[in-house]
């Protein structure tokens, strides 16, 4: 029988990437209720694809090498477009940030330029060696416009990751001098930490408090977490349980809506708990240790640039990024090797396609269709169907919920004459961005026609000298509507 198959080899990093997908779907179906929705399924089943992929069609040298080159030209060309929309010539894709390239934010707009400059940075480097100034002239030439616009997209967590990856990368050589340039850098980032927290310290502060409440997060479920996709559905009633134990916190009247905890780690930990977190760290170890070859150097650069970078950002929630670590692990040759026999490859092949028009098919179902929920109880709502609305709401704020859905919600039950559950969902929005205005309303208006009045009288007078996040003419007539109503209240106990 051992002649009709192929022999395969597997190294031990395999054995820890399938060791944590097991872990991920044991976590997010068997120990929990699904909260993923289908798109983040299929996004997670893709991720899985391509490091599979990749190691069956394991790539030489040559083609790691072009790939490298390939992102040092991308970054070149996303340099391009960032100073197109630093002129104001090209478009940006988000209404709060000017320069952003082709992705929809700073943050990992920078971390992608990072990868680019850190790869031209270790080809210049070489060309220095080699004395091949020609091409070292044009590499740096590159080199400027990347360094420019990298710098340009003020991403701190992107800055931080590259300068760490470059000290490690002098710490390779066996010099002297080398190593003492790399340590340098890493007293240059200690020196410079307090610089780079007070250049946006609004940013800094707020990413601090998101940990915090992810403590809680982890704290709730330590063992099995709460299941893929769970951060975003957990996450804003855990900050709204937090900021009701402590009204007075600093940055209670600053908090907003927020699905990411800008660090992987913590998600990670919050998400699929301690067993998760621990396979997670290993892996990224595991990836790192290899040999010093020419590619392996790069790619353990460029590793440890993206484990750096994750420490402040959602590295695995942007597909770009994402693809690239998957692709980078699957890249390492490990000594710890393991053979077995399969069939050959083409019918590994077409297993793979099966089980993708499998998973594709399974995924189909509409009570985890998140942007069709998301899209389908707004209309519902705006056009006061309040009976359909509700059962789309209720959905909205199981998979991903945010103050607007809570209101959305109470609103939907107080017409539906559910007052309880209305004030119930009122509060909870409160709870979650104290700092805005348009909760607490709503929840004074809600006390206010049910006939509650001390209650309506007790928070119209809080709101009025309450200091609130700027909400424009919303506030305005929010404040304008409490007055009139206090006043009334006033005429009619005289």
């Not at 616009?149 to 000290?167: G, K, N, P, T, Y």
């Not at 026999?341 to 399974?362: E, H, Q």
Request: overall charge positive.
């Amino acid at each position: 029988m051992r002649q009709y198959r192929i022999k395969y080899v597997c190294t031990l990093y395999d054995i820890l990437v399938l060791c944590f997908i097991l872990w991920w779907i044991s976590s997010s179906f068997i120990f929990n209720s699904r909260v993923i929705s289908n798109e983040q399924l299929i996004y997670s089943y893709t991720l899985s694809v391509v490091y599979v992929a990749t190691r069956i069609f394991r790539s030489s040298i040559s083609v790691q090498r072009r790939l490298y080159i390939c992102i040092a030209f991308l970054g070149s060309i996303e340099a391009i477009i960032g100073w197109g929309q630093y002129w104001n010539i090209i478009e940006s894709n988000h209404p709060l940030f000017s320069i952003t390239g082709t992705f929809t934010n700073p943050g990992p707009y920078g971390a992608f330029l990072g990868i680019a400059l850190l790869i031209q940075i270790h080809f210049a480097w070489h060309k220095y060696i080699a004395k091949q100034y020609m091409s070292l002239f044009m590499l740096l030439i590159v080199g400027l416009l990347t360094g420019s616009m990298f710098i340009a997209s003020f991403s701190r967590a992107a800055w931080v990751a590259l300068l760490i990856a470059v000290s490690f990368f002098f710490f390779l050589f066996q010099k002297k001098r080398y190593r003492y340039a790399g340590l340098l850098l890493l007293i240059l980032f200690l020196f410079s930490s307090p610089f780079l927290y007070q250049l946006k310290k609004q940013s800094a502060d707020g990413r601090l408090f998101i940990w915090r409440v992810c403590t809680e997060l982890i704290q709730s479920k330590p063992y099995t977490g709460g299941g893929a996709s769970s951060f975003a559905a957990r996450y804003m009633y855990a900050q709204a349980d937090f900021l009701e134990k402590h009204p007075n916190h600093e940055y209670a009247a600053k908090a907003t809506n927020n699905i990411y905890a800008f660090n992987e780690y913590l998600r990670i930990a919050c998400e699929y708990g301690l067993p998760g977190i621990l396979l997670y760290v290993t892996i990224w170890l595991h990836g790192i240790y290899c040999k010093a070859t020419y590619c392996d150097r790069l790619r353990k650069l460029l590793l440890i640039y993206l484990a750096v970078f994750s420490l402040f950002s959602y590295t695995f929630q942007v597909l770009p990024l994402a693809v690239l670590c998957i692709v980078l692990g699957a890249f390492q040759n490990n000594n710890s090797k393991f053979t077995f026999y399969a069939f050959p490859m083409r019918y590994l092949v077409i297993m793979l396609l099966l089980m993708t028009i499998i998973a594709w098919s399974g995924t189909r179902s509409s009570q985890y269709e998140k942007k069709e929920i998301l899209f389908t109880a707004k209309q519902l709502y705006t056009q006061q169907n309040y009976a359909d609305a509700k059962e789309y709401l209720e959905k909205a704020a199981y998979l991903s919920p945010t103050s607007e859905i809570l209101m959305d919600l109470g609103n939907s039950y107080f017409h539906l004459q559910n007052n309880a559950k209305a004030e119930h969902c009122f509060r909870i929005a409160c709870n979650m961005v104290p700092g805005r205005i348009l909760p607490q309303y709503y929840l004074f208006r809600f006390y206010a026609i049910t006939m509650r009045n001390q209650e309506a009288i007790t928070l119209g007078q809080s709101i009025l000298f309450g200091d609130y996040q700027l909400e424009g003419s919303i506030a305005m007539q929010a404040k304008t509507h409490i007055k009139r109503y206090l006043s009334d209240i006033r005429m009619q106990t005289k």
